[in-house]
């Protein structure tokens, strides 16, 4: 399912806790998990103070949101990557640096957009190596 249906799940205040924390896992599962699954989750639980599994509606809320804005930032990212590369790629740049892969899949909870708009140079087009 998509983004969307998952965070209406986890809005729904009619359903129960359990459900909503399930969506929430499945948000995590299927659509953003920067940190990996358990850690990302653990994250959240952490931030928001849901301890031993026990969560309210409203650290449920606060987790989700949490959860977006970090998606917020990475769809961010990645959409200025991918205009720089076309540009890149246009002036005959074929392949990204191994500095633009790193910082590509690097393990963050927010990305920083602006980041993406600079190419990380090579080593061989720093001078050294």
């Known amino acids: 399912m998509s983004w969307?249906?998952?965070a209406r799940r986890v809005r729904d205040e009619t359903l129960p806790v359990g459900r909503?924390?399930?969506?929430?896992h499945s948000l995590i599962a299927g659509h953003h998990a920067p940190f990996g699954f358990l850690a990302t989750a653990?994250?959240?639980?952490?931030?928001?103070?849901?301890?031993?599994?026990?969560?309210?509606?409203?650290q449920v809320i606060e987790a989700l949101d949490l959860l977006e804005e970090s998606r917020i930032t990475h769809l961010a990212y990645r959409a200025e990557f991918a205009g720089r590369r076309r540009k890149e790629k246009a002036q005959g740049r074929r392949r990204p640096t191994a500095?633009?892969?790193?910082a590509l899949?690097?393990?963050?909870?927010?990305?920083?957009?602006a980041e993406a708009r600079t190419r990380v140079p090579s080593?061989?087009?720093r001078g050294s190596g």
Do not use: C, N
């Not at 500095?99 to 790193?102: M, Y």
């Not at 899949?105 to 957009?113: I, N, S, T, V, Y």
């Open 4 to 6: 969307a249906v998952h």
């Open 20 to 24: 909503r924390v399930s969506s929430l």
């Open 42 to 58: 653990a994250h959240l639980r952490d931030t928001v103070g849901a301890r031993r599994g026990r969560w309210t509606g409203r």
């Open 99 to 102: 500095g633009d892969i790193a």
């Open 105 to 113: 899949g690097r393990a963050e909870w927010g990305k920083d957009p």
């Open 123 to 125: 080593r061989r087009e």
